[in-house]
C-alpha cells in the first residue's frame, strides 16, 4: 500500500507558522522580486490565519488580501503592522555588507 503523503500546501503553511522560517523564506524572496515577496509574505500571512494577522495589525481581512498579492501595494504602515503581527521585522544592513 502506498505511503499517504499531504498536499504540498498544508505542509508550507504549517513551516510558515514558525517564525523563524518565515524569516528565511521571506528574506529569500526578497532577494527575487517585490512581486515575489509580497507573495510569500501572503502565505505566511495564511499560514498565520490571515483574520488574525488582520485583526492584529489592524488593516481590513480583504485589503490585506489585497495588498499582499502581486501586484499589491502596501503602505509601509500595512507592511510594519503585518510584520508585527508575525513577530518579525524589517532590517536595514549596507549593501556592501551583503555583498
Known sequence: MPKRT???RD???EKLSD???????????????VEVFL????????ANQ????A????????????SLSERGNPT????????SALDLKIS???AKSVG
Open 6 to 8: 499531504r498536499a504540498y
Open 11 to 13: 505542509w508550507q503553511l
Open 19 to 33: 517564525p523563524e522560517i518565515a524569516a528565511s523564506f521571506l528574506n529569500a524572496s526578497l532577494q527575487e522580486s
Open 39 to 46: 507573495s510569500a509574505l501572503g502565505k505566511v500571512a495564511q
Open 50 to 53: 490571515m483574520s488574525k494577522v
Open 55 to 66: 485583526k492584529e495589525s489592524g488593516v481590513q481581512r480583504e485589503t490585506l488580501y489585497r
Open 76 to 83: 509601509l504602515d500595512t507592511l510594519t503592522g503585518v510584520l
Open 92 to 94: 536595514i544592513v549596507s
